[in-house]
């Protein structure tokens, strides 16, 4: 498991915050806190959205940061590894930009599923 692998960096807890928790909730409401999963209006949609895309662009750049030491101090299958997760966080982020533009588009208009 993940978490039984990685040290708790100082300030930030282990885990998901339960919903309606302090950490849980818009950026604007100060930190690192993780975005909304259960927006309930357009509006609220788009800031989720906004803010997993800042996340994910904070993780790449944490990542790219991160390629030197890791080759230098765990050897090049962790640095390939760390490359391989730096990648698909840059994907996660061009995928929410879209998702976040296609949102924007819909303004706020309900789409209704097929059949």
Not at 62 to 80: D, I, N, Q, S, Y
């Amino acid at each position: 498991m993940v978490e039984d692998s990685v040290p708790a960096q100082e300030g930030l807890a282990q885990g998901s915050p339960a919903p309606g928790s302090p950490t849980q909730g818009s950026s604007a409401q100060g930190g690192s806190a993780l975005p909304d999963a259960r927006p309930a209006s357009p509006r609220e949609l788009t800031a989720a959205i906004a803010d997993a895309a800042r996340l994910a662009c904070v993780l790449t750049d944490l990542l790219t940061t991160l390629r030197e030491p890791t080759r230098r101090l765990a050897g090049a299958g962790a640095a390939a590894s760390l490359e391989v997760a730096r990648r698909r966080s840059e994907e996660a982020l061009m995928e929410l930009e879209i998702a976040l533009g296609d949102v924007r588009a819909a303004g706020g208009r309900t789409i209704q599923p097929n059949g």
